[in-house]
């Protein structure tokens, strides 16, 4: 099988990914997810990386110790390396983890970035929050809890629970919004969550407030956390909606694979 090309970069840098790094991290990853101890060929295939760079690669990080490989039936998993690399974000939060992304996120639009827990009883709860100290912005506290079917995190929410329609209008029927959409509205929105991975509402949960967000899902696809950009409708140009709810999904999802990784099944 040929070697497959390092992957793009996600975003315009100028620089280019050097391609032995790419593929590192890509076995790395790999391995991080398997069940079991695997050999070169089904790293091979599992990574589209050829078997001879595997092989030197996995040489490589062995040596390093971010890979361990087993004499007696020649596989690999992941080594003691990793463990010492990541001995700094053993005990941290998850808060704590995305936190840095959040604070790009509010630089680049001058905007308030939030992280919203899902909670068993159906709520959100928001446990961090990221701004600008340039832009004028809304301030949200800390430990506001709202229904988990309101705003713009309401309506992924919604979308990722893919409740019949009926059973939806129930639910909606009780949720208290400033400006109230009409379901029929609020269903569109939904769908419209299903397909692009994140949703918008513009000044029914607060008055005056644009609401951007998108959904952390974990390995079953259950919501886990919601992220939202908030700011004053009338200071936020909404031609970026599209680009900020792609970035959140983006981050959304990163998110998710990183929390909540999916382990490989029959691997090899």
């Known amino acids: 099988m040929g070697e ?4 793009p970069p996600q975003k315009v840098t100028g620089q280019r990914d050097v391609g032995a790094v790419v593929h590192a991290i890509g076995i790395l990853r790999y391995l ?9 060929a089904a790293i091979a295939r599992g990574t589209g990386i050829s078997v001879s760079t595997c ?3 996995l040489r490589t990080l062995t040596r390093a110790r971010y890979v361990s490989f087993h004499e007696k039936d020649k596989t690999y998993a992941l080594g003691l390396a990793v463990a010492e690399l990541a001995a700094g974000l053993l005990g941290m939060s998850h808060a704590e983890l995305i936190r ?55 309506r992924c929410v919604a979308a990722a629970l893919a ?3 009926e059973e939806l209008r129930r639910r909606f029927s009780a949720l208290r919004w400033q400006s109230p959409p009409s379901f029929e509205d609020y269903w569109a929105d939904v769908q419209q969550a299903q397909e692009s991975g994140w949703s918008i509402d513009s000044g029914h949960l607060y008055l005056g407030l644009t609401t951007i967000a998108a959904l952390v899902k974990d390995q079953e696809s259950r919501p886990r956390f919601g992220i939202s950009g908030i700011t004053i409708t009338a200071q ?28 490989l099944l029959n691997a090899e």
Do not use: C
């Open 100 to 154: 840095p992304e959040l604070q790009q996120l509010a630089l680049k639009y001058e905007m308030i970035i939030v992280l919203w827990r899902v909670t068993e009883d159906g709520h959100i709860v928001l446990i961090d929050r990221a701004y600008s100290p340039a832009a004028v912005r809304v301030e949200m506290a800390v430990g506001i809890r709202l229904p988990m079917l309101v705003g713009a995190v309401g």
């Open 32 to 40: 991080s997810t398997a069940t079991v101890p695997l050999g070169v």
């Open 55 to 57: 092989f030197n690669i």
């Open 4 to 7: 497959r090309s390092p992957p």
């Open 163 to 165: 409740l019949e329609k």
């Open 236 to 263: 936020y140009d909404p031609a970026l909606s599209s680009q900020l709810g792609a970035e959140l999904r983006e981050l959304a999802e990163l998110t998710g694979k990183a929390l909540f990784p999916r382990p």
